[in-house]
């Protein structure tokens, strides 16, 4: 066959794709097990964060057995129940999806309890949408179940400077101390509010600025997710 043929052009280039489409495979089937741990460690990572521990890729495993002493799995109602999944593998955003579709009776959620120095906080996973894209985090209470320790929050395309801010530091900080329930016991969640808010408000922090969209997706976020651990919170005050 002549090298210059355009049979042996295609032929060559027809080998070329199959070998490169079987090394990827193999790379992709080699790395996926590295792939899944880091993806958990990150997730412990972040878990622990909302609670101001910190952790490293090196020692998040043992840091997060060391702190985290409990794994619940509730159902719609705030009952722990045997799940075949274990809390830490349920996905989030399928289990809120359930509600969409009729399925609320067969909704799972996961809570972390957290004990740290003769404290015990209880961590919830939280899971919205932003501007562009998802938006994640969790969120820890202290031991009553309603004043917010600490959050930890995630995103995946927000831009830089606007609805990536929070991430930060400064946002997240703004969490620590206030409340989702009222004076009345009333679920109420914690909102982000734009123009800003005074100290005395319980239930409030200041907005991104220049992310409306994003700063109500975590205020979504949040009232979602955690009216499902409301009636677990509840049955245990009681």
């Known amino acids: 066959m002549h090298k210059g043929s ?5 032929l060559f280039s027809g080998v070329m794709v199959v070998v490169i489409a079987v090394l990827l495979s193999v790379a992709a089937i080699s790395l996926g097990p590295y792939q899944q741990r880091n993806v958990r460690i990150e997730k412990m990572e ?19 057995k060391t702190y985290i002493t409990e794994q619940l ?4 109602k705030g009952e722990p129940i045997k799940s075949e999944t274990a809390a830490f593998d349920i996905d989030l955003k399928k289990e809120l999806d359930k509600g969409k ?21 209880y961590i919830i996973p939280v899971r919205g949408k932003g501007l562009w894209g998802p938006i994640w985090g969790y969120i820890a209470l202290e031991g009553d179940m309603n004043t917010v320790y600490g959050v930890s929050f995630g995103h995946k395309s927000e831009t830089p400077g606007l609805g990536a801010e929070i ?4 946002f997240q900080g703004q969490f620590e101390g206030k409340k989702i329930f009222d004076e009345k016991g009333e679920f109420v969640s914690v909102r982000a509010v734009k123009g800003g808010v005074t100290p005395e408000n319980l239930h409030g922090v200041d907005a991104v600025s220049g992310a409306t969209i994003t700063s109500d997706g975590v205020t979504e976020m949040f009232k979602r997710t955690l009216s499902n651990y409301v009636p677990y919170f509840k049955k245990v005050k009681s």
Not at 6 to 10: D, G, S, V
Not at 46 to 64: G, H, M, R, T, W
Not at 73 to 76: A, G, K, Q
Not at 103 to 119: A, I, S, Y
């Open 73 to 76: 799995v509730l159902n719609n």
């Open 167 to 170: 991430e930060t530091e400064n």
């Open 46 to 64: 972040n878990i622990l964060s909302s609670v101001n521990i910190e952790s490293s890729p090196k020692d998040a495993e043992q840091v997060f």
């Open 101 to 121: 579709t009729g399925d609320k009776d067969k909704e799972r959620f996961p809570l972390f309890v957290c004990h740290n120095k003769d404290k015990t906080f």
């Open 6 to 10: 355009n049979r042996a052009t295609f």
